[in-house]
C-alpha cells in the first residue's frame, strides 16, 4: 500500500520505464491487478 504519500515502482527491479510508450504498456499490464484504497 503506498497511502498518499508515496509512489510504487512499475517495475519489481524499481527500474523507471524508457518513454511514455513504456509507461502506458506497463500500465496496461498492472491495472487489472491493482486493488484501489
Known sequence: RTH?????????????????EEVLARYREIVPQLRLA
Open 4 to 20: 498518499d504519500q508515496e509512489v510504487f515502482s512499475f517495475f519489481p527491479d524499481e527500474r523507471p520505464c524508457n518513454g511514455f
